[in-house]
Protein backbone atom coordinates (compact mmCIF):
# COMPACT_ATOMS: atom_id res chain seq x y z
CA UNK A 1 0.00 0.00 0.00
CA UNK A 2 1.48 3.35 -0.81
CA UNK A 3 1.21 4.75 2.22
CA UNK A 4 2.82 8.27 1.86
CA UNK A 5 0.87 9.48 -1.04
CA UNK A 6 -2.12 8.34 1.19
CA UNK A 7 -0.96 10.16 4.11
CA UNK A 8 -0.16 13.47 1.79
CA UNK A 9 -3.61 13.61 0.45
CA UNK A 10 -5.56 12.49 3.54
CA UNK A 11 -8.35 14.76 4.11
CA UNK A 12 -8.95 16.03 7.62
CA UNK A 13 -11.34 18.13 6.90
CA UNK A 14 -14.33 15.26 8.10
CA UNK A 15 -12.41 14.63 11.35
CA UNK A 16 -12.98 18.18 12.25
CA UNK A 17 -16.37 18.69 11.42
CA UNK A 18 -16.79 15.33 13.36
CA UNK A 19 -15.54 17.05 16.43
CA UNK A 20 -17.32 20.29 15.54
CA UNK A 21 -20.32 18.90 15.66
CA UNK A 22 -19.73 16.66 19.02
CA UNK A 23 -18.76 19.54 20.75
CA UNK A 24 -21.86 21.84 19.83
CA UNK A 25 -24.40 19.01 20.06
CA UNK A 26 -23.05 17.97 23.40
CA UNK A 27 -23.06 21.51 24.62
CA UNK A 28 -26.78 21.87 23.40
CA UNK A 29 -27.57 18.54 24.97
CA UNK A 30 -26.07 19.42 28.51
CA UNK A 31 -27.88 22.83 28.98
CA UNK A 32 -31.18 21.04 27.59
CA UNK A 33 -30.11 17.63 29.59
CA UNK A 34 -29.43 19.52 33.02
CA UNK A 35 -32.54 21.33 32.67
CA UNK A 36 -34.80 18.87 32.12
CA UNK A 37 -32.70 16.20 34.61
CA UNK A 38 -33.81 18.57 37.21
CA UNK A 39 -37.10 19.17 35.94
CA UNK A 40 -37.74 15.85 36.11
CA UNK A 41 -36.52 14.34 39.32
CA UNK A 42 -37.91 17.46 41.07
CA UNK A 43 -40.86 19.22 40.11
CA UNK A 44 -44.17 17.66 39.89
CA UNK A 45 -45.24 18.56 36.47
CA UNK A 46 -48.16 17.46 35.01
CA UNK A 47 -47.40 14.80 31.96
CA UNK A 48 -43.80 14.52 33.35
CA UNK A 49 -43.35 10.40 32.98
CA UNK A 50 -45.03 11.27 29.16
CA UNK A 51 -42.29 14.02 28.50
CA UNK A 52 -39.57 12.34 29.60
CA UNK A 53 -40.40 9.33 27.58
CA UNK A 54 -40.68 11.39 25.04
CA UNK A 55 -37.18 13.00 25.48
CA UNK A 56 -35.73 9.53 25.63
CA UNK A 57 -36.69 8.62 22.42
CA UNK A 58 -34.06 9.15 20.28
CA UNK A 59 -32.03 6.51 22.29
CA UNK A 60 -34.34 3.88 20.81
CA UNK A 61 -35.55 4.85 17.65
CA UNK A 62 -33.53 4.08 14.90
CA UNK A 63 -31.83 6.73 13.69
CA UNK A 64 -33.43 6.50 10.40
CA UNK A 65 -36.69 7.23 11.98
CA UNK A 66 -35.52 10.07 13.63
CA UNK A 67 -33.81 11.36 10.02
CA UNK A 68 -37.20 11.21 8.42
CA UNK A 69 -38.93 13.15 11.54
CA UNK A 70 -36.11 15.59 11.09
CA UNK A 71 -36.64 16.04 7.30
CA UNK A 72 -40.82 16.22 7.17
CA UNK A 73 -40.08 19.01 10.45
CA UNK A 74 -37.47 21.02 9.12
CA UNK A 75 -37.52 20.06 5.53
CA UNK A 76 -38.19 23.28 3.34
CA UNK A 77 -42.09 22.08 3.42
CA UNK A 78 -41.66 21.08 6.90
CA UNK A 79 -43.80 22.75 9.78
CA UNK A 80 -40.41 24.86 11.45
CA UNK A 81 -38.27 24.46 8.27
CA UNK A 82 -41.28 26.16 6.19
CA UNK A 83 -40.80 28.98 8.50
CA UNK A 84 -37.41 29.27 9.16
CA UNK A 85 -37.12 29.57 4.79
CA UNK A 86 -39.56 32.17 5.13
CA UNK A 87 -38.56 34.35 7.82
CA UNK A 88 -34.62 33.68 7.69
CA UNK A 89 -33.93 32.53 4.63
CA UNK A 90 -32.38 29.39 6.56
CA UNK A 91 -32.13 25.76 6.75
CA UNK A 92 -31.01 23.18 8.71
CA UNK A 93 -30.97 20.45 5.73
CA UNK A 94 -27.81 20.34 3.87
CA UNK A 95 -26.45 22.27 6.47
CA UNK A 96 -24.09 21.22 9.34
CA UNK A 97 -26.10 22.72 11.91
CA UNK A 98 -28.09 19.50 10.86
CA UNK A 99 -25.65 17.46 11.95
CA UNK A 100 -25.52 19.41 15.06
CA UNK A 101 -29.45 19.15 15.69
CA UNK A 102 -29.58 15.72 15.19
CA UNK A 103 -26.90 14.58 16.96
CA UNK A 104 -28.04 16.74 19.93
CA UNK A 105 -31.34 14.97 20.05
CA UNK A 106 -29.31 11.80 20.29
CA UNK A 107 -26.83 12.70 22.35
CA UNK A 108 -29.97 14.45 24.72
CA UNK A 109 -31.38 11.36 26.63
CA UNK A 110 -27.68 10.41 27.74
CA UNK A 111 -27.58 13.65 29.78
CA UNK A 112 -30.49 13.72 31.04
CA UNK A 113 -30.49 10.27 32.09
CA UNK A 114 -27.36 10.80 33.95
CA UNK A 115 -28.54 14.60 35.22
CA UNK A 116 -31.86 13.47 36.37
CA UNK A 117 -30.11 10.84 38.43
CA UNK A 118 -27.75 12.78 39.82
CA UNK A 119 -30.87 15.32 41.16
CA UNK A 120 -32.59 12.77 42.44
CA UNK A 121 -29.96 11.19 44.44
CA UNK A 122 -28.77 14.11 45.95
CA UNK A 123 -29.09 14.94 49.58
CA UNK A 124 -32.04 16.99 50.57
CA UNK A 125 -30.99 17.98 54.31
CA UNK A 126 -28.25 19.76 52.59
CA UNK A 127 -29.97 21.69 49.98
CA UNK A 128 -31.72 22.84 53.13
CA UNK A 129 -28.83 23.50 55.25
CA UNK A 130 -28.04 25.68 52.86
CA UNK A 131 -31.21 27.49 52.58
CA UNK A 132 -31.04 28.19 56.26
CA UNK A 133 -27.77 30.06 56.14
CA UNK A 134 -30.42 32.65 53.97
CA UNK A 135 -28.58 31.35 50.43
CA UNK A 136 -31.10 32.25 47.77
CA UNK A 137 -32.69 29.67 45.50
CA UNK A 138 -30.69 29.78 42.66
CA UNK A 139 -27.58 29.66 44.88
CA UNK A 140 -28.46 26.86 46.48
CA UNK A 141 -28.19 25.06 43.17
CA UNK A 142 -25.39 26.38 42.15
CA UNK A 143 -23.10 26.13 45.16
CA UNK A 144 -24.80 22.61 46.75
CA UNK A 145 -26.92 20.77 43.99
CA UNK A 146 -24.90 21.39 41.20
CA UNK A 147 -21.60 20.57 42.53
CA UNK A 148 -22.86 17.47 44.39
CA UNK A 149 -24.89 15.87 41.06
CA UNK A 150 -21.96 16.83 38.53
CA UNK A 151 -20.09 13.37 38.75
CA UNK A 152 -23.27 11.85 37.34
CA UNK A 153 -23.80 14.55 35.25
CA UNK A 154 -20.36 14.47 33.96
CA UNK A 155 -20.74 10.88 32.65
CA UNK A 156 -23.64 11.34 30.88
CA UNK A 157 -22.44 13.88 29.04
CA UNK A 158 -19.18 12.06 28.03
CA UNK A 159 -21.14 9.59 26.75
CA UNK A 160 -23.22 11.65 24.92
CA UNK A 161 -20.13 13.52 23.11
CA UNK A 162 -18.97 9.83 22.32
CA UNK A 163 -22.51 8.90 21.18
CA UNK A 164 -22.43 12.62 19.17
CA UNK A 165 -19.25 11.72 17.05
CA UNK A 166 -20.40 8.32 16.11
CA UNK A 167 -23.97 9.75 14.74
CA UNK A 168 -24.62 8.71 11.00
CA UNK A 169 -27.80 7.90 9.98
CA UNK A 170 -29.98 11.08 11.26
CA UNK A 171 -26.73 13.10 10.10
CA UNK A 172 -26.71 11.73 6.71
CA UNK A 173 -30.53 11.95 5.74
CA UNK A 174 -30.74 15.69 7.18
CA UNK A 175 -27.04 17.30 6.39
CA UNK A 176 -26.32 15.12 3.38
CA UNK A 177 -22.77 14.47 2.79
CA UNK A 178 -21.68 17.24 0.83
CA UNK A 179 -17.54 16.75 1.37
CA UNK A 180 -15.58 19.75 3.02
CA UNK A 181 -19.34 21.21 4.12
CA UNK A 182 -21.18 18.17 6.17
CA UNK A 183 -19.03 15.47 5.58
CA UNK A 184 -18.72 13.91 8.80
CA UNK A 185 -15.41 11.58 9.26
CA UNK A 186 -18.64 8.40 9.98
CA UNK A 187 -19.64 9.51 6.46
CA UNK A 188 -16.06 10.07 4.82
CA UNK A 189 -15.89 6.20 5.85
CA UNK A 190 -19.10 5.01 4.42
CA UNK A 191 -18.31 7.44 0.80
CA UNK A 192 -14.97 5.51 0.99
CA UNK A 193 -16.09 1.99 1.23
CA UNK A 194 -19.16 2.52 -1.64
CA UNK A 195 -16.13 4.14 -3.84
CA UNK A 196 -13.89 1.44 -3.17
CA UNK A 197 -11.38 3.14 -1.67
CA UNK A 198 -10.62 1.00 0.71
CA UNK A 199 -6.95 2.64 1.54
CA UNK A 200 -9.12 5.82 2.37
CA UNK A 201 -11.75 3.83 4.56
CA UNK A 202 -8.88 2.38 6.68
CA UNK A 203 -6.68 5.16 7.20
CA UNK A 204 -10.18 7.01 8.04
CA UNK A 205 -11.07 4.49 10.64
CA UNK A 206 -7.48 4.07 12.26
CA UNK A 207 -7.58 8.31 12.68
CA UNK A 208 -11.41 8.04 14.22
CA UNK A 209 -10.16 5.11 16.23
CA UNK A 210 -7.32 6.86 17.63
CA UNK A 211 -9.77 10.43 18.39
CA UNK A 212 -11.46 7.82 20.32
CA UNK A 213 -9.26 5.88 22.69
CA UNK A 214 -7.73 9.35 23.55
CA UNK A 215 -11.21 11.11 24.43
CA UNK A 216 -12.08 7.50 26.23
CA UNK A 217 -8.46 7.91 27.77
CA UNK A 218 -9.11 11.59 28.65
CA UNK A 219 -12.61 11.13 30.36
CA UNK A 220 -10.94 8.31 32.01
CA UNK A 221 -8.71 11.08 33.95
CA UNK A 222 -11.88 13.30 34.65
CA UNK A 223 -14.03 10.97 35.97
CA UNK A 224 -11.27 8.80 38.29
CA UNK A 225 -10.20 11.20 40.54
CA UNK A 226 -13.36 11.80 42.39
CA UNK A 227 -12.99 13.62 45.74
CA UNK A 228 -14.72 11.36 48.61
CA UNK A 229 -18.35 13.24 49.54
CA UNK A 230 -18.42 14.26 52.71
CA UNK B 1 -50.07 -18.72 42.55
CA UNK B 2 -46.16 -18.63 41.84
CA UNK B 3 -46.20 -22.20 40.59
CA UNK B 4 -49.15 -21.23 37.85
CA UNK B 5 -46.83 -18.28 37.25
CA UNK B 6 -43.63 -19.95 36.80
CA UNK B 7 -45.86 -22.30 34.64
CA UNK B 8 -46.99 -20.17 32.19
CA UNK B 9 -43.42 -18.42 32.04
CA UNK B 10 -41.81 -21.62 31.00
CA UNK B 11 -44.93 -22.31 28.46
CA UNK B 12 -44.27 -18.47 27.17
CA UNK B 13 -40.34 -19.60 26.94
CA UNK B 14 -41.10 -22.62 25.18
CA UNK B 15 -43.71 -21.29 22.27
CA UNK B 16 -40.69 -18.53 21.62
CA UNK B 17 -38.40 -20.67 21.53
CA UNK B 18 -40.26 -22.32 18.57
CA UNK B 19 -41.29 -19.47 17.07
CA UNK B 20 -37.42 -18.73 16.87
CA UNK B 21 -36.77 -22.08 15.48
CA UNK B 22 -39.83 -21.54 12.81
CA UNK B 23 -37.96 -18.22 11.75
CA UNK B 24 -34.71 -19.90 11.57
CA UNK B 25 -35.09 -22.37 9.22
CA UNK B 26 -35.31 -22.03 5.77
CA UNK B 27 -38.28 -23.04 4.39
CA UNK B 28 -38.14 -26.20 3.08
CA UNK B 29 -37.89 -27.23 -1.12
CA UNK B 30 -37.37 -23.36 -1.80
CA UNK B 31 -34.78 -22.19 -4.33
CA UNK B 32 -33.17 -18.32 -3.55
CA UNK B 33 -31.93 -16.72 -6.18
CA UNK B 34 -30.31 -13.15 -4.82
CA UNK B 35 -30.17 -10.50 -7.42
CA UNK B 36 -28.40 -7.22 -6.76
CA UNK B 37 -29.81 -4.59 -9.24
CA UNK B 38 -29.34 -0.62 -9.28
CA UNK B 39 -31.65 1.32 -7.20
CA UNK B 40 -33.60 2.76 -10.47
CA UNK B 41 -34.71 -0.69 -11.77
CA UNK B 42 -36.23 -1.27 -8.23
CA UNK B 43 -40.23 -1.73 -9.74
CA UNK B 44 -39.07 -2.47 -13.09
CA UNK B 45 -37.08 -5.37 -11.15
CA UNK B 46 -39.46 -6.32 -8.73
CA UNK B 47 -42.41 -6.69 -11.32
CA UNK B 48 -39.95 -8.68 -13.89
CA UNK B 49 -39.20 -11.10 -10.30
CA UNK B 50 -42.67 -11.83 -9.34
CA UNK B 51 -42.87 -12.86 -13.54
CA UNK B 52 -40.00 -14.85 -13.21
CA UNK B 53 -41.20 -16.77 -9.88
CA UNK B 54 -44.68 -16.87 -11.46
CA UNK B 55 -42.83 -18.94 -14.74
CA UNK B 56 -40.47 -21.31 -12.37
CA UNK B 57 -42.24 -22.60 -8.87
CA UNK B 58 -40.24 -23.38 -6.02
CA UNK B 59 -37.85 -20.34 -6.73
CA UNK B 60 -38.00 -16.85 -5.14
CA UNK B 61 -36.44 -14.14 -6.20
CA UNK B 62 -34.31 -12.02 -3.58
CA UNK B 63 -33.84 -8.29 -4.58
CA UNK B 64 -31.02 -5.90 -2.89
CA UNK B 65 -31.39 -2.78 -4.26
CA UNK B 66 -28.31 -0.17 -4.09
CA UNK B 67 -25.90 2.43 -6.11
CA UNK B 68 -24.04 0.42 -8.43
CA UNK B 69 -20.99 1.03 -6.62
CA UNK B 70 -21.74 -0.04 -3.71
CA UNK B 71 -23.44 -3.43 -4.96
CA UNK B 72 -19.94 -4.02 -6.84
CA UNK B 73 -18.33 -3.67 -3.55
CA UNK B 74 -20.39 -5.99 -2.03
CA UNK B 75 -20.17 -8.74 -4.45
CA UNK B 76 -16.02 -7.86 -4.20
CA UNK B 77 -16.22 -8.95 -0.90
CA UNK B 78 -18.19 -11.76 -1.28
CA UNK B 79 -22.03 -11.16 -0.57
CA UNK B 80 -23.67 -13.95 -1.33
CA UNK B 81 -25.42 -12.71 -4.69
CA UNK B 82 -26.19 -14.76 -7.39
CA UNK B 83 -26.87 -12.10 -10.26
CA UNK B 84 -25.53 -8.43 -10.47
CA UNK B 85 -27.67 -5.49 -13.06
CA UNK B 86 -25.52 -2.43 -12.94
CA UNK B 87 -26.57 1.00 -13.78
CA UNK B 88 -23.13 1.35 -15.51
CA UNK B 89 -20.94 -0.84 -17.80
CA UNK B 90 -17.89 0.35 -15.97
CA UNK B 91 -19.26 -0.34 -12.10
CA UNK B 92 -19.70 -3.95 -13.98
CA UNK B 93 -16.18 -3.65 -15.26
CA UNK B 94 -15.31 -3.34 -12.03
CA UNK B 95 -16.58 -6.58 -10.78
CA UNK B 96 -15.20 -8.19 -13.69
CA UNK B 97 -11.77 -7.17 -13.23
CA UNK B 98 -12.00 -8.19 -9.55
CA UNK B 99 -12.53 -11.52 -11.33
CA UNK B 100 -16.20 -12.12 -9.42
CA UNK B 101 -18.15 -11.96 -12.00
CA UNK B 102 -19.05 -15.11 -14.86
CA UNK B 103 -17.84 -12.13 -17.83
CA UNK B 104 -19.02 -14.54 -20.50
CA UNK B 105 -22.72 -14.05 -18.84
CA UNK B 106 -23.00 -10.47 -19.74
CA UNK B 107 -25.69 -9.22 -21.76
CA UNK B 108 -27.11 -5.84 -21.84
CA UNK B 109 -30.60 -5.63 -20.71
CA UNK B 110 -32.01 -2.20 -21.20
CA UNK B 111 -31.08 1.62 -22.14
CA UNK B 112 -32.07 4.62 -19.90
CA UNK B 113 -31.88 8.39 -19.86
CA UNK B 114 -30.62 11.47 -17.83
CA UNK B 115 -32.61 13.92 -17.48
CA UNK B 116 -33.31 17.16 -15.51
CA UNK B 117 -35.96 17.52 -13.14
CA UNK B 118 -37.35 20.30 -11.12
CA UNK B 119 -40.02 20.22 -8.09
CA UNK B 120 -43.69 19.86 -9.70
CA UNK B 121 -44.68 22.42 -7.41
CA UNK B 122 -43.42 25.01 -4.42
CA UNK B 123 -39.97 25.36 -6.78
CA UNK B 124 -38.33 29.12 -6.24
CA UNK B 125 -35.83 28.88 -8.58
CA UNK B 126 -36.32 28.92 -12.67
CA UNK B 127 -34.85 26.29 -14.20
CA UNK B 128 -35.65 25.70 -18.02
CA UNK B 129 -32.28 24.24 -19.46
CA UNK B 130 -29.22 22.70 -17.85
CA UNK B 131 -27.93 26.52 -17.92
CA UNK B 132 -30.09 27.93 -15.68
CA UNK B 133 -28.10 25.62 -12.95
CA UNK B 134 -25.60 28.41 -12.94
CA UNK B 135 -28.23 31.03 -12.16
CA UNK B 136 -28.95 33.43 -9.17
CA UNK B 137 -32.03 31.76 -8.16
CA UNK B 138 -30.82 27.85 -8.22
CA UNK B 139 -29.10 27.35 -4.56
CA UNK B 140 -29.13 23.21 -4.46
CA UNK B 141 -28.36 20.91 -7.06
CA UNK B 142 -28.64 17.01 -6.38
CA UNK B 143 -26.71 14.71 -8.33
CA UNK B 144 -25.56 11.19 -7.11
CA UNK B 145 -22.38 10.44 -5.79
CA UNK B 146 -20.30 10.07 -9.01
CA UNK B 147 -17.62 7.58 -6.96
CA UNK B 148 -20.44 4.69 -6.94
CA UNK B 149 -23.76 6.23 -8.26
CA UNK B 150 -23.47 6.25 -12.33
CA UNK B 151 -26.57 8.90 -12.66
CA UNK B 152 -24.21 10.68 -10.57
CA UNK B 153 -20.99 9.79 -12.70
CA UNK B 154 -23.33 10.70 -15.99
CA UNK B 155 -24.24 14.00 -14.46
CA UNK B 156 -20.82 14.93 -14.23
CA UNK B 157 -20.29 14.13 -17.49
CA UNK B 158 -23.34 16.55 -18.95
CA UNK B 159 -22.18 19.25 -16.60
CA UNK B 160 -18.14 19.25 -17.97
CA UNK B 161 -19.76 18.79 -21.62
CA UNK B 162 -22.02 21.66 -21.16
CA UNK B 163 -18.67 23.59 -19.42
CA UNK B 164 -21.24 23.88 -16.56
CA UNK B 165 -19.38 21.89 -13.54
CA UNK B 166 -17.60 24.57 -12.23
CA UNK B 167 -20.14 26.81 -11.57
CA UNK B 168 -22.58 24.21 -10.62
CA UNK B 169 -20.12 22.33 -8.17
CA UNK B 170 -20.40 24.74 -4.79
CA UNK B 171 -24.69 23.98 -5.30
CA UNK B 172 -24.18 20.53 -5.37
CA UNK B 173 -25.44 18.12 -3.07
CA UNK B 174 -24.75 13.95 -3.04
CA UNK B 175 -27.27 11.31 -2.52
CA UNK B 176 -26.24 8.03 -1.80
CA UNK B 177 -28.33 6.35 -4.96
CA UNK B 178 -30.54 8.31 -7.63
CA UNK B 179 -33.99 7.02 -5.64
CA UNK B 180 -32.60 10.17 -3.18
CA UNK B 181 -31.68 12.68 -5.41
CA UNK B 182 -35.75 11.61 -7.15
CA UNK B 183 -36.51 11.96 -3.35
CA UNK B 184 -34.65 15.29 -2.58
CA UNK B 185 -36.12 16.84 -5.47
CA UNK B 186 -39.61 15.72 -4.64
CA UNK B 187 -39.66 16.60 -0.98
CA UNK B 188 -38.71 20.72 -2.73
CA UNK B 189 -35.49 20.32 -0.41
CA UNK B 190 -33.51 20.80 -3.78
CA UNK B 191 -33.84 23.39 -7.08
CA UNK B 192 -33.27 20.67 -9.43
CA UNK B 193 -31.83 17.40 -10.07
CA UNK B 194 -30.38 14.41 -12.57
CA UNK B 195 -31.95 11.41 -12.70
CA UNK B 196 -32.99 8.85 -15.28
CA UNK B 197 -36.24 9.20 -17.33
CA UNK B 198 -37.68 6.12 -15.81
CA UNK B 199 -37.19 7.71 -11.99
CA UNK B 200 -38.92 10.67 -12.88
CA UNK B 201 -41.94 8.37 -14.76
CA UNK B 202 -42.64 7.08 -11.30
CA UNK B 203 -44.02 10.81 -9.50
CA UNK B 204 -45.01 12.66 -12.66
CA UNK B 205 -47.17 14.84 -9.89
CA UNK B 206 -44.06 15.27 -7.77
CA UNK B 207 -40.93 16.33 -9.99
CA UNK B 208 -41.21 18.08 -13.15
CA UNK B 209 -38.87 16.64 -16.55
CA UNK B 210 -37.01 20.37 -17.33
CA UNK B 211 -35.61 17.79 -20.25
CA UNK B 212 -33.27 15.12 -21.47
CA UNK B 213 -29.82 15.46 -21.68
CA UNK B 214 -26.94 14.62 -23.94
CA UNK B 215 -23.12 14.65 -23.48
CA UNK B 216 -22.24 11.94 -21.23
CA UNK B 217 -21.55 8.10 -22.05
CA UNK B 218 -24.71 5.74 -22.95
CA UNK B 219 -26.81 4.78 -20.09
CA UNK B 220 -26.90 0.88 -20.35
CA UNK B 221 -27.59 -1.62 -17.62
CA UNK B 222 -25.41 -5.02 -18.07
CA UNK B 223 -26.81 -8.01 -16.15
CA UNK B 224 -24.21 -10.89 -15.39
CA UNK B 225 -23.96 -13.82 -13.02
CA UNK B 226 -21.82 -14.01 -10.09
CA UNK B 227 -18.84 -16.22 -10.79
CA UNK B 228 -19.30 -17.45 -6.55
CA UNK B 229 -23.24 -18.15 -7.19
CA UNK B 230 -23.73 -22.04 -6.23
CA UNK B 231 -26.84 -21.91 -8.76
CA UNK B 232 -24.82 -20.79 -11.93
CA UNK B 233 -28.04 -22.68 -14.51
CA UNK B 234 -30.86 -20.48 -12.63
CA UNK B 235 -28.82 -17.33 -12.76
CA UNK B 236 -27.86 -17.71 -16.22
CA UNK B 237 -31.49 -18.31 -17.03
CA UNK B 238 -32.55 -15.37 -15.12
CA UNK B 239 -30.36 -12.87 -16.96
CA UNK B 240 -31.96 -14.81 -20.52
CA UNK B 241 -35.09 -13.81 -18.84
CA UNK B 242 -34.39 -10.26 -18.89
CA UNK B 243 -33.95 -10.09 -22.67
CA UNK B 244 -37.48 -12.07 -22.92
CA UNK B 245 -40.32 -10.07 -24.87
CA UNK B 246 -42.08 -10.55 -21.53
CA UNK B 247 -39.78 -8.92 -19.33
CA UNK B 248 -38.42 -6.40 -21.80
CA UNK B 249 -42.51 -5.08 -22.14
CA UNK B 250 -42.24 -4.67 -18.35
CA UNK B 251 -39.19 -2.72 -18.93
CA UNK B 252 -40.59 -0.36 -21.44
CA UNK B 253 -43.22 0.36 -19.61
CA UNK B 254 -41.34 1.18 -16.30
CA UNK B 255 -39.63 3.72 -19.02
CA UNK B 256 -36.45 2.21 -20.33
CA UNK B 257 -35.97 1.26 -23.54
CA UNK B 258 -34.60 -1.40 -25.25
CA UNK B 259 -30.49 -2.97 -25.27
Known amino acids: MPLLPLLRDFDAAPLALTLRVAVFATAIALLLGVALGWLFARTRLPGRSVLEALCMLPLVLPPTVLGYGLLVVMGRRGVVGAWLHEHFDYSVIFHWHGAVLASALVALPLVLKGASTAFAQVDRTLEDAARTLNQSALSVFLRVTLPLAWPGILAGTLLAFARAMGEFGASLMVAGSIPGQTQTAAMAVYDAVQAGRDDVAALLALAISALSVAILLLSNRLLAPQPPVR | ?259
Open chain 2, 1 to 259: MTTGAARSRRGFIAAAGWALLALALPVAAQQTLSVSAASSLGEAMRAVSARFEAAHPGVRVRLNLGASGLLVQQVVHGAPVDVFVSADPEALQRAVDAGVIAADSRRDIARNSLVLVVPATGGRADVRALVDLTGPTVRRVAIGKPASVPAGRYAMQVLDAAGLSAQVQPRLVFGDNVRQVLDYVARGEVDAGFVYRSDAAMMPERVRTVGVLGGHSPVVYPAAVVSASRQQPLAREFVAYLLSPEAQALLVRHGFSAP
